[in-house]
């Protein structure tokens, strides 16, 4: 089966940085992926790892460690835009490549 | 910038009733795939399509639920009768690859469903 976890909300500050947690157990480990979600909007795309290490883009950074089950995506710099749900998807081959979703962060930016 | 497009964005239905919701994918994407939202919760999986035919479903996807590619364009999802708890927003995706590809999905604005 499939378990991810991130914690339900969080809270930062304008211009400050915020490190979104998310720890996952599959069986058929095939990437990982981060969707940022507005409210009453489609997810979208932010970031995609398969290798261990940090991938950076632009403000926003995301690392994977596959041997601790272990993902977090960094908000460098934040604005108020930023406010908004974080996704952490896991892709599992033993499901046919199936992304599944966990429940989501919400973070609130304080001005 | 190609992008997935759904039709309703909203629809109110009542219980017992069918409903077809629309999707019309990325051009040259290869994976179609349903999920669904139901308000303050995660997205869930319902079904993934490829080369015509269902590649994988979770348990949401009982007997009430299919999909169909009628056309080289459209993908839809149908609901045969309705329930309260059906009651969500159902997202299309497509994905242009998996083999070598990241193999991102690509949202709809999603279809609301209301049942009544």
């Known amino acids: 089966g499939q378990n991810i976890d991130q914690p339900t909300e969080m809270t930062a500050t304008e211009g400050a940085i915020v490190q979104i947690n998310c720890t996952y157990q599959?069986?058929?480990?095939?990437?990982l992926f981060w969707y940022q979600q507005h409210a009453g909007e489609a997810p979208t795309f932010l970031s995609y790892?398969?290798?261990?290490g940090l991938e950076e883009k632009g403000r926003f950074s995301s690392f994977l460690s596959r041997s601790k089950g272990y993902s977090y995506l960094l908000l460098k710099e934040l604005q108020m835009k930023d406010s908004a749900s974080y996704l952490c998807a896991v892709r599992d081959y033993d499901r046919d490549d199936k992304i599944i979703f966990g429940k989501g962060t919400r973070l609130h930016i304080l001005p | 910038e190609p992008e997935v497009t759904q039709t309703p964005s909203h629809q109110v239905t009542q219980m017992g009733q069918e409903v077809i919701l629309r999707c019309v994918p990325i051009?040259?994407?290869?994976?179609f795939y349903w999920y669904r939202q139901i308000l303050g919760q995660k997205v869930e999986f319902l079904v993934s399509f490829y080369n015509n035919e269902i590649s994988e479903k979770s348990e949401i996807f009982d007997d009430q639920f299919s999909v169909e590619r009628p056309d080289g364009s459209n993908f839809t999802l149908k609901i045969r009768s309705t329930k309260l708890e059906d009651s969500a927003m159902y997202f299309c995706?497509?994905?242009?690859?998996?083999?070598?590809?990241?193999?991102?999905?690509?949202f709809g604005e999603g279809s609301r469903l209301t049942v009544l």
């Open positions: 051009s040259n994407h290869l994976y």
């Open positions: 790892n398969v290798l261990d």
């Open positions: 995706a497509s994905s242009p690859g998996l083999a070598g590809a990241v193999g991102e999905l690509f």
């Open positions: 599959t069986s058929g480990f095939n990437g």
